[in-house]
């Protein structure tokens, strides 16, 4: 299988769901051409590959989204913004009112932000565009809220059962100052 990293949140959730599987890892962007190519037999795509895999005559042989919802009830995160817990509580919160102002405003502004998106596209159409920022962009990128932070320490839990990650977590979120 191609994968796009072995510290990606999507080989992660690969390795819960088929823990014996042989991997290559190529860049996320040419996984779709390894497939057609078969330089491999399948291909764990992540970006804007999960909606254009059909346009290259590929086929949908597992959504690990859906997998890990029918597991679990909760959402599969997506990654997330890191930062540094020496750098003190203030500035933490600090970095994160920042980060959750420039997501409300994108969502405000969703015009003009899915016309700056579209020039990084890589040959997505409008309405793509609009679906792929939408995937990614949404509520739980503003909080994950209860149900959110619940998927990431279940998702990081069931990694560190399956002696997937070495250690246990100290997970810790920082509510962004009003």
């Known amino acids: 299988m191609a994968v796009p990293g072995e510290l990606t949140t999507a080989f992660l959730t690969l390795r819960l769901y088929q823990p014996a599987v042989r991997h290559i890892v190529v860049a996320f962007d040419q996984i779709e051409d390894f497939v057609a190519a078969g330089q491999a037999d399948v291909g764990l795509l ?10 290259r005559g590929l086929h949908l042989w597992a959504d690990l989204g859906e997998w890990w919802y029918q597991q679990t009830q909760l959402p599969l995160p997506l990654g997330g913004n890191v930062v540094r817990r020496d750098l003190g509580e203030e500035l933490m919160r600090a970095i994160a009112r920042d980060l959750k102002a420039s997501i409300e405003y994108g969502l405000d502004h969703r015009a003009e932000a899915l016309r700056h998106a579209q020039e990084f596209s890589r040959g997505l159409d409008a309405a793509r565009t609009d679906e792929f920022v939408g995937m990614y962009v949404n509520a739980y990128t503003v909080d994950y809220g209860a149900k959110g932070r619940h998927a990431v320490a279940e998702l990081l839990k069931r990694a560190r059962a399956a002696g997937l990650i070495a250690t246990d977590v100290d997970l810790a979120f920082v509510a962004a100052d009003s």
């Open 46 to 55: 992540i970006h804007e590959g999960q909606l254009t895999y059909g346009d």
